[in-house]
């Protein structure tokens, strides 16, 4: 069984996550009119399609590896979602999906049960996975005539990993 860790880092690793998700959810929200359709080739995800399979990565985790924080909605409603609302709100709720199974596991100890040794492993799957396709959307969008400017779009982004929230 996983030890119990201290509780700052505990906050340390959810804001982390916070952050992550935060990113996501700006990035939704500034794709350009028709940016949600883009795509890399013929044959690659739609920016769209990256966005709802994030969602259903994070919610078949959680029913995998922490059942107890899995909501009710099958992970598989999400495969086919458009709406950039919905979506906004599915990254909103599985992300706290995914924050209080971690809490959960690391201040209480328990393991996870199928994938992670430790649930600071899945958080790090999960931030490595969604930077991967942030970076797959915004070579999509480069691809389809409609990149972002670096100057607009890293505030919402880059900008959110290292903005100071606490006082030193």
Same mark, same amino acid.
């Given at each position: ?18 952050? @992550? @998700?935060?990113?996501?959810? @700006? ?32 919610? =078949? ?11 009710? /909605?099958?992970?598989?409603?999400? =495969? ?11 990254? $909103? ?9 971690? $809490? ?22 999960? /931030?490595?996975? $969604? ?38």
């Amino acid at each position: 069984m996983a030890q119990a860790i201290d509780s700052d880092l505990v906050l340390a690793i959810l804001d982390s996550w916070d952050r @992550n @998700n935060r990113i996501l959810v @700006n990035l939704l929200r500034a794709l350009p009119p028709g940016g949600h359709y883009a795509r890399v080739m013929a044959t690659s995800p739609s920016v769209t399609e990256m966005f709802a399979h994030m969602i259903y990565a994070r919610l =078949i985790f959680v029913s995998e590896d922490a059942p107890e924080w899995a909501g009710p /909605v099958d992970p598989r409603t999400w =495969i086919r979602e458009t709406d950039p609302e919905r979506l906004a709100a599915g990254l $909103e709720s599985s992300a706290r999906a995914v924050r209080d199974a971690v $809490e959960d596991c690391l201040r209480s100890g328990k393991p996870m049960r199928q994938h992670y040794d430790h649930p600071l492993l899945f958080v790090q799957h999960m /931030v490595w996975h $969604e930077g991967y396709h942030h970076g797959q959307i915004k070579l999509a969008l480069k691809v389809a005539g409609q990149p972002f400017d670096d100057k607009e779009i890293g505030p919402l982004t880059w900008s959110v990993w290292s903005r100071k929230t606490r006082s030193a």
